[in-house]
């Protein structure tokens, strides 16, 4: 469930300026390590290795329209290599094609068709295409890893809590896998090594936020969309990015390590929130809302830890979000926000039983001083529960997720299951189960039940 990308460990608040430092001296980090001749004929690049996967998931809507409402065809290329006798380099690209935008091209925006029927017709078709483009520097007790890269902070299953550094792309709900639906960042990564701890710096110069779904699209939010009275016009204007500056860049550090037997990590991330808040403004001559759409500073603190007790393992994870920014009914509530902490956990355990491993968790979110009028509810209920099953010398892997929203009743059902016929393919089938009211974040999507198969051929 954890993606760690060099060492489990703990990390802690080092200045990123010393990457920059190192740079110079990379070809000799390793003390005594041979160093080439003068004339040496060494290349640059050694030891690659090439793999990956062809992947095709075809998925069907159960509720009219029935149709196709995904026939994606996924090609995945991994390159590694070592970097002489000082690092490592690796690449990850994808070509991606769903023909369910030219099979059904006259129900979506042109817009829409372009960015999710083809990562090459994309707004930005080589930031899709080269996904993780990094290279991993080794010294004697730390590692330095330079580019484009993802990086998972984090405990829950189904949700992020402190897993916040990468924003998200929602062009399928929250059905994507987290490797998928994450979004790469360009940063500088630093992770020292002391005993049993890590300690991790990050400096993230170029803020990207998460991509909602496109309008028109399958998946598109409609639970929060502003519903003004009658005779009034919304006008949305698109939120922009943060300039490109030293003091608009995002920063972070981690501590990871053993404490009496526990896994626990603290870390606190410097970031935008990922999400713009909403300004609004009344137009009284032209009865319009302006919606003006603007990024601002939401820092994180984080906790986790987990632990294992024979076949249970308890684990929980904790953040503290300050200066959240939210929508309100508060007339003296200037542009119609006000700003408030939040805090947002999750408490579970996992149990294993012979070949069958399940998890529990509670998931909740809370707002500081919170007012009646704010638009969110003050305390946030999930309820999730997770199994998995492994069979016929674990080639026969079922799987249930359930996610349940407490507040308004929605709920989130993906049973599926995973047949390996060979070393390298891999059958699954399975079903997205959304319900609740309308208004709801499942229920929205009450009509986007599907069924699925996904045929994924490794190499």
């Not at 990956?52 to 809507?61: D, L």
């Not at 483009?133 to 890269?149: A, N, P």
């Not at 020292?192 to 309008?215: K, M, N, Q, S």
Request: net charge negative; proline share 6%.
């Amino acid at each position: 469930m954890i993606l760690h990308c060099i060492k489990i460990g703990r990390r802690i608040t080092i200045p990123i300026i010393v990457v920059f430092a190192l740079l110079p001296g990379a070809g000799q980090v390793c003390a005594g390590s041979p160093q080439p001749e003068e004339n040496s004929t060494e290349p640059i690049l050694s030891n690659v290795a090439v793999n990956g996967y062809i992947k095709n998931e075809s998925a069907f809507q159960l509720h009219p329209p029935e149709k196709f409402s995904k026939i994606q065809n996924l090609l995945e290329l991994e390159l590694a290599g070592d970097l002489m006798d000082w690092g490592e380099f690796h690449l990850l690209t994808w070509v991606l094609y769903d023909a369910v935008y030219d099979i059904y091209s006259e129900d979506f925006p042109q817009d829409t068709i372009n960015e999710y029927g083809s990562n090459f017709t994309a707004d930005k078709p080589m930031d899709q295409i080269f996904r993780e483009v990094y290279v991993d520097i080794f010294f004697e007790s730390m590692d330095v890893r330079l580019g484009k890269q993802q990086v998972v902070w984090g405990e829950a299953t189904g949700l992020r809590i402190t897993d916040v550094v990468n924003p998200r792309d929602f062009r399928e709900f929250i059905l994507d896998d987290f490797n998928d639906s994450r979004i790469p960042l360009w940063m500088a990564k630093l992770s020292y090594y002391v005993g049993d701890y890590t300690f991790t710096g990050l400096w993230i110069p170029f803020f990207e936020p998460d991509r909602p779904a496109l309008p028109g699209s399958t998946w598109e939010w409609t639970f929060n969309r502003i519903d003004p009275p009658d005779g009034v016009t919304v006008v949305v204007h698109d939120a922009d990015k943060p300039d490109t500056t030293l003091g608009n860049a995002e920063y972070g550090a981690r501590i990871s390590g053993l404490v009496s037997g526990w896994n626990m990590t603290l870390s606190y991330l410097y970031a935008w929130d990922d999400m713009p808040a909403r300004h609004l403004h009344f137009d009284p001559p032209n009865s319009q809302l302006i919606v003006d759409q603007r990024f601002h500073r939401l820092p994180v603190y984080g906790f986790t830890f987990a632990n294992a007790f024979g076949p249970f393992v308890p684990r929980g994870e904790f953040s503290y979000y300050t200066g959240k920014m939210y929508n309100t009914a508060n007339p003296m509530a200037a542009d119609g926000l006000v700003k408030r902490d939040f805090i947002y956990y999750m408490i579970g355990t996992d149990y294993s039983l012979s070949t069958l491993l399940f998890n529990f968790q509670f998931i909740q979110k809370v707002i500081l001083d919170y007012e009646d009028e704010i638009y969110e509810d003050q305390v946030y209920n999930n309820f999730s529960f997770w199994w998995q099953g492994k069979f016929l010398n674990e080639t026969l892997k079922p799987e249930l997720l359930l996610i349940y929203g407490a507040n308004e009743g929605g709920w989130l059902i993906r049973p599926k299951f995973a047949y390996d016929l060979t070393d390298k393919i891999t059958v699954t089938a399975g079903f997205d189960i959304l319900s609740g009211p309308a208004w709801s974040f499942f229920g929205q999507f009450d009509a986007n039940d599907r069924i699925y198969v996904e045929i994924k051929y490794s190499f």
